[in-house]
């Protein structure tokens, strides 16, 4: 059996985390970090805001920040479209 790195395409490990751009409901997010071992995507109530502030239902789940200190999130937002590239669109729910 024989492997053949030109047919590959470089991935990263999935513990980096990646910082990006991206575009949702016409608002430009900056330094947006896109982590796939993360269990749980975080945005701040200035962000929130900056959008226009989108419906969010009430959360069951505790969050524990970095520090250890443990928190109760305002709520989720049922449905996120994300633009990302000016390409693909990606429903994030």
Same mark, same amino acid.
């Given at each position: 059996?024989?492997?053949?790195?030109?047919?590959?395409?470089?991935?990263?490990?999935?513990?980096?985390?990646?910082?990006?751009?991206?575009?949702?409901?016409?608002?430009?997010?900056?330094?947006?970090?896109?982590?796939?071992?993360?269990?749980?995507?975080?945005?701040?109530?200035?962000?929130?805001?900056?959008? $226009?502030?989108?419906?969010?239902? +009430?959360?069951?789940?505790?969050? =524990?920040?970095?520090d @250890?200190? #443990?928190?109760?999130?305002? $709520?989720?937002?049922?449905?996120? +479209?994300?633009?990302?590239?000016? =390409?693909?669109?990606? @429903?994030? #729910?």
């Open positions: 059996m024989a492997f053949y790195l030109d047919d590959c395409k470089p991935r990263l490990p999935h513990y980096a985390a990646i910082q990006m751009k991206v575009l949702s409901r016409g608002t430009r997010i900056l330094r947006t970090v896109v982590y796939e071992g993360a269990s749980t995507c975080v945005m701040s109530l200035s962000c929130w805001r900056a959008l $226009g502030s989108p419906e969010i239902v +009430p959360s069951p789940t505790m969050l =524990k920040a970095f @250890r200190h #443990s928190f109760k999130p305002y $709520g989720i937002i049922p449905s996120f +479209p994300v633009e990302l590239g000016g =390409k693909d669109r990606i @429903r994030i #729910s």
